[in-house]
């Protein structure tokens, strides 16, 4: 009798329909967990074990400087990047990028985790000031996920390193008398790369103080070409040059040691 | 369950607060301190190891206050209201888990949403980390799960006081 006078008195419907509605809210809250735990089981986990055993090796292929209108030079780097991890997974994987003075000047995207990144070539091209030479090239790795992006920044070079890899050499250094004159002589060679810019030859003495300075203006060097270079050596002794260092604006790109 | 509305005498009102100063408690070691611990030490770390660095130790880059007066009064002074929807306000206990989501969204804003950055010296390394879509699904999940709380408390209190109210008729009959 009381079962039937309290069942009687409350809408049933009403109820009902609250009830239904709080159970479809614990139904979509139920989807978005089994989507996130999916996401985290087959994309996530995945990346990152993959990318906890990531290596990365570059190779230098030619890097060329040429002066360009305003005083500025223009560095053209060619790499060629292998990019190697242990274990393979269809995911998408991190977007690395270099960058120079607040600019990207180079973008490798690794669209996909399931076969390794080799052999990929990358350009890097830096318009440079004379200011600028010491500035900071930074290699960039974002990893972009469902769950959030991870962005890691580290400094890898300065530019008047990268300057020094165009692996420039000189040879045949002798000293050439003419109306009482002595000329040190030398050509300038580049087996792969091509330099066209001002630069300035220094003589230095075993301390690495300088003794002689020649600014050669119309400097170019390129595989089939080379520079030769004389510098009037009357006032020095030439027992003294230990070595020859090769500038471009303040940064030394090469430096040779003479004799033993 | 019976559901019964306290009245408003100094003796429940300050058993609705000491209740309240206990539930804000509570609610500040599981969503602060807990919540807080597994993101700091234990996810951002993981991701940041993962990523290809080994060893760094996180915890002498970011540092956790363990006791924040500032948020432990938010908590108790949102704790007692809630207290006092649930002890004194009909159908107060679905206000009352809307009040734990909003703590949850302070602790969430308070460390915004997983965005951090910093220095690391050892590698001279830059770090950005955002995770704020790992913890806007977080939100959303515990949005619809109170959600369906308060719909489904809602509907069980309204059945609860017409079947109490009907009784006390049948009583009183």
């Known amino acids: 009798m009381l079962l039937m006078v309290i069942s009687l008195v409350y809408n049933k419907v009403l109820f009902t329909a609250l009830i239904v509605a709080g159970i479809v809210f614990y139904a979509i809250a139920a989807l978005h967990v089994y989507q996130l735990v999916s996401n985290f089981q087959n994309n996530i986990l995945p990346m990152f074990e993959a990318l906890s055993s990531i290596r990365m090796n570059y190779r230098i292929e030619s890097i060329n400087i040429t002066q360009v209108n305003d005083g500025k030079i223009e560095v053209l780097v060619k790499a060629v990047i292998n990019i190697t991890w242990d274990k393979e997974v269809p995911v998408k994987g991190p977007v690395l990028e270099i960058s120079w003075m607040n600019n990207t000047i180079g973008r490798i995207e690794i669209k996909s985790l399931d076969e390794p990144f080799m052999n990929q070539p990358l350009t890097m091209r830096f318009l440079v000031g004379k200011q600028d030479i010491g500035e900071q090239v930074y290699l960039t790795a974002i990893i972009d996920t469902d769950i959030g992006v991870i962005k890691l920044v580290q400094p890898i070079a300065n530019l008047s390193t990268i300057l020094s890899q165009t692996g420039i050499a000189i040879e045949d250094i002798r000293v050439v008398r003419h109306q009482n004159i002595d000329y040190l002589v030398f050509s300038i060679t580049s087996s792969k790369n091509t330099v066209k810019l001002p630069i300035r030859i220094v003589l230095l003495d075993r301390n690495k103080d300088v003794l002689l300075e020649k600014y050669c203006e119309d400097f170019y060097v390129d595989p089939s070409s080379k520079y030769e270079v004389s510098i009037d050596v009357t006032d020095i002794d030439l027992d003294n040059v230990k070595y020859i260092k090769i500038m471009v604006y303040d940064a030394q790109i090469a430096l040779f040691q003479l004799g033993g | ?173």
């Not at chain 2, 060893?55 to 432990?72: A, K, M, P, T, Y």
């Not at chain 2, 969204?105 to 770090?127: A, H």
């Open chain 2, 1 to 173: 369950m019976i559901y019964e509305t306290k009245p408003l005498t100094a003796k429940e009102l300050s058993k609705t607060i000491s209740l309240g100063i206990v539930k804000g408690l509570v609610y500040y070691s599981i969503y602060y301190i807990v919540l807080f611990r597994l993101v700091i030490y234990y996810i951002i770390p993981y991701l940041i190891q993962a990523s290809g660095l080994e060893g760094i130790d996180i915890s002498s880059l970011v540092s956790l206050e363990l006791v924040n007066i500032r948020i432990i009064l938010i908590f108790i002074v949102l704790s007692i209201i809630g207290t006092f929807l649930v002890r004194h306000v009909p159908y107060g206990r679905a206000l009352d888990s809307l009040i734990g989501l909003l703590m949850l969204y302070i602790v969430l804003t308070i460390f915004n949403f997983g965005r951090s950055e910093g220095y690391i010296s050892e590698y001279n390394l830059y770090y950005h980390v955002d995770l704020s879509p790992l913890f806007q699904s977080i939100l959303i999940i515990i949005a619809f799960i109170t959600l369906g709380h308060v719909f489904i408390s809602v509907g069980r209190e309204y059945r609860g006081r017409k079947t109490q109210e009907t009784r006390k008729i049948h009583i009183d009959q």
